[in-house]
C-alpha cells in the first residue's frame, strides 16, 4: 500500500506492485488475496491450465510456479531485512526460473498445495514482525527495500498476475 510506505522504501519499478495492495496490514492482505486467487485458479480446465495466449509467452501453471517463486524469494528478503542483515541481496532473473519449473507438467492440485503451503509460511513469517522490524530497510538489486515493502509486493505482485491472466487468457 503506497501511501503506508515511505520514500526510501522500495525501488519504483516496485510501485505498480505496491499499489494493486489491497490491504493496509499485509497479514490481512496476504489472507484474503489466498482465498480469492486458489478459487480462480480451481475454475480453469486443466486443458486451459497449460495454455500460453501467445507463442513465447507463459501458460497459466508457469505464471502460477512464476507468482510462488517470487513469493518465496520475496518473503526471504522480507526475513532478512526485518532481522536487520545488511548484506545486499542480488536479483534473480525470473525468465531463468519459469523454463526450468516443470510447471507444465505439475497438476493444478500441486501448485495450488504448493502455493497454499507457501502463502501460510508467509502469512506466519509477517504475523512475527513487530513494526519496527516491517520498517528495517535492507538492499536488494542494488535498491533499497523494506521488510514491510517486500510484503505489499507479495500481494500486489499475485494482484497483477491474476488481472493478466483474467484478461488475456480468459
Known amino acids: 500500500m503506497l501511501s503506508?510506505?515511505?520514500e526510501g522504501e522500495y525501488n519504483s519499478y516496485y510501485a505498480t506492485y505496491i499499489s494493486k495492495a489491497e490491504y493496509p496490514n499485509i497479514?490481512?492482505?496476504?489472507?484474503n488475496s489466498q482465498k480469492e486467487f486458489v478459487d480462480f485458479i480451481q475454475s480453469i480446465p486443466q486443458e486451459k491450465f497449460i495454455h500460453a495466449y501467445a507463442e513465447g509467452k507463459w501458460t497459466i501453471a508457469e505464471v502460477f510456479q512464476h507468482i510462488i517463486d517470487?513469493?518465496?524469494?520475496?518473503?526471504?528478503r522480507a526475513l532478512r531485512f526485518a532481522r536487520n542483515d545488511k548484506t545486499p541481496i542480488m536479483?534473480?532473473?525470473?525468465?531463468d526460473y519459469v523454463p526450468n519449473s516443470n510447471a507444465n507438467n505439475l497438476s493444478q492440485k500441486d501448485l495450488i498445495t504448493d502455493f497454499n503451503a507457501v502463502r501460510n509460511c508467509s502469512i506466519s513469517l509477517f504475523n512475527s514482525f513487530t513494526d519496527?522490524?516491517?520498517?528495517?530497510i535492507g538492499e536488494a538489486?542494488?535498491?533499497p527495500m523494506s521488510a514491510r515493502a517486500a510484503g505489499y509486493i507479495l500481494?500486489?505482485?499475485?494482484k497483477h498476475h491474476l488481472?493478466?491472466?483474467k484478461e488475456r487468457y480468459s
Open 4 to 6: 503506508q510506505l515511505k
Open 27 to 31: 497479514v490481512e492482505g496476504l489472507k
Open 70 to 76: 517470487t513469493e518465496r524469494i520475496f518473503a526471504y
Open 91 to 95: 536479483g534473480f532473473e525470473q525468465d
Open 132 to 136: 519496527e522490524m516491517l520498517t528495517r
Open 141 to 143: 538489486s542494488g535498491s
Open 155 to 158: 500481494a500486489g505482485h499475485q
Open 163 to 165: 488481472e493478466v491472466i
